[in-house]
């Protein structure tokens, strides 16, 4: 936790605390799920940039485009398959009587 990747680890926490917030507030199709996983995975990369800055001494902005910039297209693709896998498997665990 306290290398150069601890900000990211500490932000996948994040991420679930955003994703649980968001997703209590309000009942979500897939275009919302996408959204509150990708709100997600923005609040990972700006913990973990901040942190890569502070441990390595990078600026704010070095540490955006080496730790976070090559890893923000494939991770966008990600949060829209979690949210529409996450849709699914409510959908189907709902049928077959298992509250969530």
Do not use: E
Request: proline fraction near 3%; charged fraction near 10%; hydrophobic fraction near 55%.
């Amino acid at each position: 936790l306290v290398g150069p990747t601890g900000g990211y680890l500490i932000g996948y926490l994040v991420i679930t605390l955003i994703v649980g917030f968001l997703k209590q507030r309000k009942t979500a199709g897939v275009i919302g799920l996408t959204v509150f996983c990708i709100a997600g995975m923005l609040a990972c990369h700006l913990f973990g940039a901040l942190w890569l800055a502070i441990s390595m001494g990078y600026t704010p902005w070095q540490a955006l485009l080496v730790g976070s910039a090559p890893y923000l297209l494939f991770d966008s693709i990600k949060a829209a398959g979690a949210g529409a896998l996450g849709l699914r498997l409510r959908n189907h665990l709902t049928k077959a009587g298992i509250a969530v």
